[in-house]
T-cell receptor
């Protein structure tokens, strides 16, 4: 079973619709992240959370919101989707281990198309 | 975090060693070098990290220059499945901050 799962894996929606992308993890990590990836570009950070009560904006948070419902769940919402939010979205988790540092574990991605 | 510079793309023949360079000339003393890779449209995968000593694991080797201003990721016997985008990142160990990915190097393994 995958440690980090994302639902849905693919989604087509229309401009102006509200949609939610969900991420769940079974690794027991405190830290969770949402990234988007556009063709030819690297990953860009949208939001991140270091524990259930902590939410932080990333590089490109405008037009997005998040909810950390539990340690294992981190949802990304597009309140009113627009076509330039068409992208591949990744959720990631990480934890700090003394002497080892932080490595991230990524989900399989959600491909979103906004018409 | 210090910025990194990587070539946008590289080719390597299957079975040969793939050597991926990364420049991080402004790296500070407490920043580690991390490498991730992303196979087409999949989530990035952690490969290896190090501070100043060379590191090796089952996936790759990491060579860091003595002045720590550059490093090289080595895939000893590249296969077609190693075709991916490789990201070099520098950041402080256990720092309470986000990880920022750049554009990486697109590695093509040629049959």
């Amino acid at each position: 079973d995958a440690d980090v799962t994302q639902t849905p894996r693919n989604r087509i929606t229309k401009t102006g619709k509200r949609i939610m992308l969900e991420c769940s993890q079974t690794k027991g990590h405190d830290r969770m992240y949402w990234y988007r990836q556009d063709p030819g570009l690297g990953l860009r950070l949208i939001y991140y959370s270091f524990d259930v009560k902590d939410i932080n904006k990333g590089e490109i948070s405008d037009g997005y919101s998040v909810s950390r419902q539990a340690q294992a769940k981190f949802s990304l919402s597009l309140e009113s989707a627009i076509p330039n939010q068409t992208a591949l979205y990744f959720c990631a988790t990480s934890d700090l281990s003394a002497g080892v540092g932080e490595t991230q574990y990524f989900g399989p991605g959600t491909r979103l198309l906004v018409l | 975090d210090a910025k990194t510079t990587q070539p946008p793309s590289m080719d390597c023949a299957e079975g040969r060693a793939a050597n991926l360079p990364c420049n991080h000339s402004t790296i500070s003393g407490n920043e580690y070098v991390y490498w991730y890779r992303q196979i087409h449209s999949q989530g990035p995968q952690y490969i290896i990290h190090g501070l100043k000593n060379n590191e090796t694991n089952e996936m790759a080797s990491l060579i860091i220059t003595e002045d720590r201003k550059s490093s090289t990721l080595i895939l000893p016997h590249a296969t077609l499945r190693d075709t991916a985008v490789y990201y070099c990142i520098v950041r402080v160990l256990n720092r309470d901050d986000k990880i920022i990915f750049g554009k990486g190097t697109r590695l093509h393994i040629l049959p």
